[in-house]
């Protein structure tokens, strides 16, 4: 099973950006399709994007479509979301996590810790 760990969150102005990494260990990432998943405070945990294991497929939630990049590099094991115009709606712990398939996007491994974002009017 994969551990991995979040970081890049942080307090951002609404427009602003963030990058946010998630650092995997194990020898078999590249075996995973992954995603981000946020939870904002009061609401259920949601699929923000996922990416195939060799990184030429994507998904992305409507919310943050033209606005979000996933991307990995199997050879740093680590996945990565780009963030940009942030908005206040945003606001969530980011999660990474291996899931089933692109099509089904169900998380399938341990969650870490998260990385917290905060997005201010």
């Known amino acids: 099973q994969v551990q991995l760990v979040e970081s890049g969150g942080g307090l951002v102005q609404a427009g602003g950006s963030l990058r946010l990494s998630c650092a995997a260990s194990?020898?078999?990432?590249?075996?995973?399709?992954m995603g981000w998943f946020r939870q904002a405070p009061g609401k259920e945990r949601e699929i923000v994007a996922c990416?195939?294991?060799?990184?030429?497929?994507?998904y992305y939630v409507d919310s943050v479509k033209g606005r979000f990049t996933i991307s990995r590099d199997n050879a740093k094991n680590t996945v990565y979301l780009q963030m940009n115009n942030l908005k206040p709606e945003d606001t969530a712990v980011y999660y990474c996590?291996?899931?089933?398939?692109?099509?089904?996007?169900?998380?399938?491994?341990?969650w870490g810790q998260g990385t917290q974002v905060n997005v201010s009017s």
């Open positions: 996590n291996a899931v089933d398939t692109m099509w089904t996007r169900m998380p399938i491994g341990s």
């Open positions: 990416i195939s294991r060799s990184g030429g497929g994507t």
């Open positions: 194990g020898r078999t990432f590249s075996s995973y399709t």
